[in-house]
């Protein structure tokens, strides 16, 4: 069944898909969220995804999930990972871990944009176990605190 948005996939990818749907669950059968989420590259090993769910931070429909919920196609996955928030539709259901190309395909993202890497960046903030600054190190501390607090004039 080739539809008309298939046609214009280069065909390495297209052979990548059509191994993942080889790959995926059969008729009746279930995948875990879990196991879903790690295999569309949401999270880097299954164990965090599992992890992720225990902890709250992954929810099917509104509703918190255990690792082994079983996901559906048009299910909305909200998954709280790194510092963002991740909102997917499932679009494929898929098994086993895929390349990134594949991946995309399996979902609708509509995640928010990452923020800016400059609002990311902790400013000033010292590694564990350096000890008390030294009053060298704390009028640094000062001077890139007040430099990013206010806009400079000249």
């Given amino acids: ?4 948005n298939d046609q214009s996939v280069d065909p390495k990818t297209a052979a990548a898909v059509a191994a993942a749907e080889a790959a995926g669950p059969a008729a009746g059968e279930n995948v875990r969220i879990d196991s879903w989420i790690w295999a569309v590259r949401l999270v880097k090993t299954r164990s965090l995804g599992a992890t992720a769910c225990r902890g709250g931070h ?4 509104g509703e918190r999930v255990k690792p082994a919920h ?3 196609v048009g299910d909305e996955v909200r998954l709280r990972h790194e510092g963002r928030e991740r909102i997917v539709v499932v679009k494929r259901l898929i098994r086993k871990r895929v390349g990134a190309p594949v991946a995309a395909q399996c979902y ?3 995640s928010p944009p990452p923020p800016p890497r400059e609002a990311v960046a902790p400013i000033g903030i010292r590694d564990r176990g350096t000890g008390r600054p030294t009053k060298r190190d704390r009028r640094e501390l000062e001077r890139l605190r007040d ?5 400079r004039e000249r």
């Fill in 147 to 151: 430099l990013s607090a206010r806009p």
């Fill in 1 to 4: 069944m080739a539809t008309p």
């Fill in 58 to 61: 992954v929810r099917v429909n």
């Fill in 70 to 72: 079983s996901v559906r």
């Fill in 108 to 110: 609708v993202d509509n």
